[in-house]
């Protein structure tokens, strides 16, 4: 079966190193300043007469209140009043950027992340909402995947009603913990009711698919108490699980330098808290997709992965990988054809430069064919466990094992080693090596050695 996963400590000990999660292949680290509107406008340009299908993502940088252990991008006030100026230039730019694109394209795929998007108050969203129908091809039928995060503590029924009624039908919770004692060292206080009533309001929507994000390795977590918590999210019955480990990087983040780094668990004890949690969820049936996901098997998710439709961008794991993804707002990412773009990541910089009636666009990259023959690699590896030679070989017109050479010792160590099997015709990850695919992913990284690995989280 897909799902297995064998757990073997002695090859987590040797292959848990820090690496890219592989959202994108070159990682958003090699992003650079050359790229720019101009590149923008090039792609858009040529994903309009391609006729391309289209997902959006959308930033809304907001939160109410802050959480210690964030990394996310956001502006932490509690003036509703700074999301007008925001929204105005939002507004602008998706007006700049659709007006490149056909209106025939179809946006198969939509997401509000944050922040928080429910900081928007019911009429800021339904005009946001009624802006973006007006200037893209936004599907009417409820066919398309439309989600939203949610932190419960900032919706209720009627926030989740607007959403049904805007055309959600996905969304994402984040809980994190239901321990109160790890709520308090992080700043998070959030009922396990607070929760449920979300959940009870998406079910009985009909919102057609429910995410909980949950985190291991928080401070004063135990591999007891988040077990306790992984029980409850279990009868929940979401319809997908993220179990992300957290990663204390405390000069990088400002706001996880409230975090005594005197109370997070030792590595052995984050390493039990995920052995736990996957024999939790393996018993209630979910089935690990990879890279910290789990889905019930009649998920979209699972089913791509038996069918080897599956794939991997900025948003996770998808369905629409072969739409282009047109990201708007502060910091967002698009990935356009061979081309990736990244807004400002400043607040200020941003609404300036969109004041200025021009696009926001800050740096990227522009692949090249080693970098597209990578990245169909990496998406093998990390989205079906498993690698075709051929395939690659037909695509890209090499020879696999010639131009892949250098690396051949590499796996035939892992191999050895047990995380996969290898031939001259295919790679398999095998059960053992299914949580540490990243490990065999970061083999194909042709800029890895180059970077500071302290800019990547562990693989578990």
Known sequence: MLD????????????????PRY????????????????????????????????????????????????????????????ALPYLQRLEQEIQLIACHLDPAQKVEQLHFGGGTPTFLSHDELRQLMA?????????????GDYGIEIDPREADWSTMGLLRELGFNRVSIGLQDLDPAVQRAVNRLQSLEETRAVIDAARTLQFRSINIDLIYGLPKQTPENFARTVE????????????????????????QRRINGNELPAPAQKLEMLERTIEQLTAAGYRYIGMDHFALPDDELAIAQEEETLQRNFQG???????????LGVSAISQIGDLY????????????TLAAAQLATSRGLVCNADDRLRRAVIQQLICNFSLDFAEIEQQFNIDFQGYFGALWPQLQGMASDGLIELDRER??????????????????????????????SRVI
């Open 317 to 327: 794991y998808t369905t629409h990988g072969h739409c282009d993804l047109i990201g």
């Open 341 to 352: 773009c990244q807004n400002s990541s400043d607040l200020n910089g941003y609404q300036n």
């Open 232 to 255: 409850e999210v279990i009868s929940l019955q979401p319809d997908r699980l993220s179990v992300f480990n957290y990663a204390h990087l405390p000069e990088r983040f400002m706001p």
């Open 23 to 82: 959202t994108s292949y070159p990682t958003a680290v090699q992003f650079h300043g050359q790229v720019g509107t101009f590149d923008l406008f090039h792609a858009l340009r040529d994903s309009r007469k391609a006729l391309r299908p289209l997902s959006l993502y959308v930033h809304v940088p907001f939160c109410a209140n802050i959480c210690y252990y964030c990394a996310c991008n956001k502006v932490i006030t509690k003036d509703r009043g700074r």
């Open 4 to 19: 297995a996963i064998r757990w073997d400590s002695d090859l987590i000990r040797r292959y848990d190193l820090a690496g």
């Open 427 to 456: 790679i398999e990850v095998l059960p053992a090596g299914r949580l540490l695919v990243r490990s065999v992913c970061m083999v194909f990284d042709a800029y890895l050695e180059q970077q500071n690995r302290q800019r990547f």
């Open 131 to 143: 802006h973006l129908r007006k200037h893209f091809n936004l599907l009417d039928d409820d066919s």
